[in-house]
């Protein structure tokens, strides 16, 4: 089963036994801010580049040029991945757009326990992107 086949939230954490936690997990002492190159480049794709015009002009120019800065100041305890085929189980499996695991003892070709996925809305749905979860 294809993580898109999931539609709720619920649905998944009743399935998989996954416990709902809202926490702070990035610590704000071990991030210094943006760097100057990063603001300048950022500054750039937003005044040149069109990111309305797909996904991949959106997760080149915005989405993974910010998650590469935070990542930065955790490197040496995560893994980034793009665009990794995972599979849980023979039911759970895909290929989500950017995930983030333990980095593996085996080294940085094996993907650790994956902490934090993220995946871009279709068809700029966001409901249909995060679970369709109601927030009533």
Request: proline share 4%.
């Amino acid at each position: 089963m294809a993580f898109s086949d999931f539609k709720a939230i619920p649905e998944v954490q009743e399935k998989f036994g996954i416990r709902h936690v809202e926490n702070d997990f990035i610590e704000s002492k071990r991030t210094a801010g943006p760097s100057k190159q990063f603001l300048q480049e950022f500054d750039f794709n937003r005044d040149y580049i069109d990111v309305l015009t797909s996904e991949g002009a959106r997760c080149e120019a915005i989405t993974f040029p910010v998650l590469r800065e935070v990542y930065k100041g955790y490197a040496d305890y995560y893994a980034l991945w793009i665009k990794k085929p995972i599979a849980y189980d023979d039911v759970l499996s895909g290929t989500p757009d950017y995930f983030i695991s333990t980095r593996s003892e085996l080294g940085k070709l094996v993907v650790g326990t994956p902490l934090i996925m993220l995946v871009e809305a279709k068809k700029n749905d966001f409901e249909m992107g995060w679970g369709n979860v109601s927030r009533s």
